[in-house]
């Protein structure tokens, strides 16, 4: 299995709405990321998770609040979005974090959000 | 900081050959990549080098580094319409995160 795989597909979301985007991969990988694309522009990282633990946080406002429950999830918590938050959100993973060999990153299909 | 930098379209006839260009200012960097990322999808990897290579082939892919103008390319031989794509270069960074270029929508022409 070599699948990242992501739900929602899609969401929509008023401002004042709480809902959550949820990630899950079973390679065994320890290391998960949620990047951020919006159209015609490349990935930008928001978080990563290392053995369960949050490694690193791009100064994402605190109104995107990540959760890695075990080695195989992890969920991005939405609350009181604005609309320019809406953009494809994507979960990846690699077996480690310091991507010392070929570094590959496993992407999901990504969740594309609109907040109205 | 480092940068990464692409042309934003590549228009190739069915059949030719596709160049794709890119530049990266990091000259520690030691793995550069290429991602594919097809409409409504995540990003695939396609293939990567590292940087005591110069050439690498994989099929119908071409990669080529030059580490003394920090010239990065991917070939790909007999474009296809599947290979409709935003193609993304990437450098590894000191701190083992990618830094990403701003990817190259290829366009293929009948």
């Known amino acids: 299995d070599t699948e990242v795989t992501q739900t929602p597909k899609h969401l929509v979301m008023g401002m004042t709405n709480k809902k959550s985007l949820k990630c899950e991969q079973h390679m065994g990988h320890r290391a998960m990321y949620w990047y951020k694309q919006k159209a015609k522009k490349p990935p930008e990282l928001m978080f990563v998770?290392?053995?369960?633990?949050?490694?690193i946080n791009e100064s994402v406002p605190s109104r995107f609040s990540p959760e890695c429950p075990n080695s195989s999830l992890l969920n991005l918590h939405l609350h009181a979005l604005q609309p320019e938050d809406s953009a494809l959100y994507l979960c990846?993973?690699?077996?480690?974090?310091?991507?010392?060999?070929?570094?590959?990153?496993?992407f999901g299909e990504g969740s594309r959000l609109t907040v109205l | 900081g480092e940068d990464v930098e692409q042309s934003l379209f590549l228009s190739v006839r069915e059949g030719d050959s596709s160049v794709i260009n890119c530049t990266y200012t990091?000259?520690?960097?030691?793995?550069l990549y290429w991602y594919k990322q097809e409409p409504g999808a995540g990003l695939q990897l396609l293939t990567y080098?590292?940087?005591n290579m110069d050439m690498k082939q994989d099929q119908r892919l071409t990669v080529l580094l030059n580490k003394k103008d920090k010239h990065l390319s991917l070939r790909i031989a007999d474009t296809q319409t599947g290979d409709s794509a935003i193609y993304f270069c990437a450098e590894r960074d000191s701190n083992y995160q990618l830094i990403w270029g701003a990817g190259t929508k290829l366009i293929i022409k009948p």
């Open positions: 990846a993973s690699s077996q480690e974090r310091i991507l010392i060999v070929a570094g590959e990153l496993f």
């Open positions: 990091d000259s520690s960097s030691t793995y």
């Open positions: 998770y290392s053995y369960e633990k949050l490694s």
């Open positions: 080098i590292f940087s």
